[in-house]
RNA sequence: GGAGAUGUACCCAAGUGGUUGAAGGGGAUGGUCUUGAAAACCGUUAGGGGCGAAUAACCCGCCAGAGUUCGAAUCUCUGCAUCUCCGCCA
């Protein structure tokens, strides 16, 4: 949620600033229901102090003798009055509500507007792996190492799930643990939360109200629930509705959770085999720290993302989004995206972001600053990494040309010592 | 799933319609005293709104929402959460 103060000082430069983010708003209509709301703020408080004083003599001028039927019909005639600024001032309050719960968050100002088009690769990671013999594909790698069955996750699940078998569960939940592995040596902390969340969980991330129909929804629990589409959902909401002690921040968390996506449209062929599913599993970080160091957090866990992928020994590069690209959210967000050889393009694999105060505002998630005083927190998050894209790359980037897949040193350890990948099915 | 009970501030807790403008205690924190500490004593200890340079006064605020009333922490209804018992179940 946007500042409204932030719009009544200088709606222009909120406009223009939204348009980097491709997304057009008149606030004319808004600053004259703020008006409107003050005049009739102003009008109920006096109105009701006035109530107030007359109910409070009550006792005392019935101690007097005095006249309290006066008073009572006085009071009354006050209420009433008061019931219809009361009712207009809320119907105002909720109008001036649900534009601004659906503006996107403000981009930071030294990100290029428009969309993808100017999302801008900062940072390559080695060099795009030369093959001198034919490379699989990561779909023909896992049939031919036995590690994924597409076929009978279909079967028993439908069109865009999948099954890890054997060695390549064993390969996803080594993945898995490294990360865990690392966060913890970082220092983070390890949640796993429930799947399942409420409604205003959804609408403090700012998936809702705009994104309501992108997750998936439960029919039989009352009040309604969603499956998580990341694990951000859960971990931005763990201090919602809390004042936090300044000392306790930064609060970083990591969390392991599959996540839960209804994919819009048809699959397209570079978008075969894991690459997009209604389920995945990822390990996602989230930071809440003071204003003034989100910016800290933020260069960390690109960081923390880009080591993970480093200690893989894979080649991938970082790109910093335009305005446009990031999501409604975000204030700033970098992708890390990694090296797919068979498709020939570079594929998110984690997306770090910084909401700045846009969900801590939407969840009152607030602390006590040095001078005692409440302010808001910023939450940040990233993948800490998605394995489904990472599962194929390493495939793709390690195989060898007898068909085998190295597995990294990193993962060794997490796969009871296998160091490479065998094919099951020679051709 | 069924029945019952409960929900007051960081914690415990008084309060069943009107000086509650939320008592009292604990904890935390600042100060006095002390060589230092303890003890004692004196302060401070929701949040939000609007108006401000800022203060005072003002409005909201006793789980949430609606209602009754001249007036609600207190009465009524609904929701949510917690606890106890019963049933079912990995």
């Not at 969603?226 to 004042?243: G, Q, S, Y």
């Not at 690209?325 to 967000?333: K, Q, V």
């Not at 602390?367 to 910023?378: A, L, P, S």
Request: charged share 30%.
């Amino acid at each position: 949620m946007i500042d409204v103060n932030l719009i009544r000082k200088d709606p222009k430069k909120i406009q223009d600033a939204l348009k980097r983010k491709l997304y057009d708003v008149d606030f004319s209509e808004f600053l004259k229901w703020d008006e409107e709301r003050k005049i009739l703020l102003v009008k109920t408080e006096t109105n009701k102090a006035e109530q107030n004083q007359l109910s409070k003599s009550v006792p005392f001028v019935k101690k007097q003798g005095g006249n309290i039927e006066e008073i009572f019909a006085k009071v009354k005639q006050l209420s009433l009055e008061n019931v219809q600024f009361e009712d207009k001032l809320k119907e105002i309050e909720q109008k001036i509500f649900d534009f601004v719960s659906a503006l996107p968050n403000i981009p930071d100002d030294d990100l290029l507007g428009g969309g993808k088009e100017n999302n801008e690769p900062i940072k390559y990671h080695l060099e795009k792996p030369n093959f001198d013999f034919k490379p699989k594909d990561h779909v023909e790698l896992c049939e031919s190492l036995g590690l994924i069955d597409f076929e009978r996750g279909a079967k028993i699940a439908g069109r865009g799930s999948w099954v890890y078998t054997d060695k390549g569960a064993l390969l996803e939940w080594a993945l898995i643990n490294f990360f865990i592995s690392e966060h913890l040596k970082d220092g983070y902390t390890f949640i796993l939360p429930p799947h399942l969340l409420n409604e205003t969980s959804g609408f403090v991330a700012g998936q809702f109200p705009k994104f309501k129909s992108d997750v998936f929804w439960l029919e039989d629990t009352e009040p309604k629930r969603f499956l998580l589409p990341t694990a951000e959902t859960a971990l931005v909401n763990l201090h919602r509705k809390e004042i936090l002690k300044l000392e306790d921040l930064p609060k970083k968390y990591f969390a392991y959770t599959p996540c839960y996506r209804k994919e819009a449209g048809s699959y397209r062929s570079e978008e075969r085999g894991t690459i997009r599913g209604y389920q995945f599993n990822k390990v996602e970080m989230v930071q809440y720290t003071t204003p003034e160091t989100s910016d800290i957090a933020f260069d960390e866990m690109v960081k923390k993302a880009e080591t993970l992928l480093q200690k893989l020994g894979l080649h991938y590069r970082v790109s910093k989004l335009a305005a446009g690209d990031i999501s409604h959210s975000m204030a700033r967000t970098y992708d890390i995206e990694i090296w797919i050889p068979s498709i020939g393009i570079y594929k998110e694999v984690s997306s770090v972001s910084n909401a700045r105060d846009y969900q801590a505002r939407r969840g009152k998630i607030r602390y006590k600053d040095e001078n005692g005083k409440t302010k808001f927190v910023n939450t940040l998050n990233g993948s800490g990494l998605a394995t489904s894209r990472v599962f194929p790359a390493l495939l793709e980037q390690l195989q060898q040309p007898d068909g085998s897949v190295k597995i990294p040193e990193v993962l060794q350890p997490f796969m009871g010592g296998i160091k490479v990948l065998e094919p099951i099915i020679k051709k």
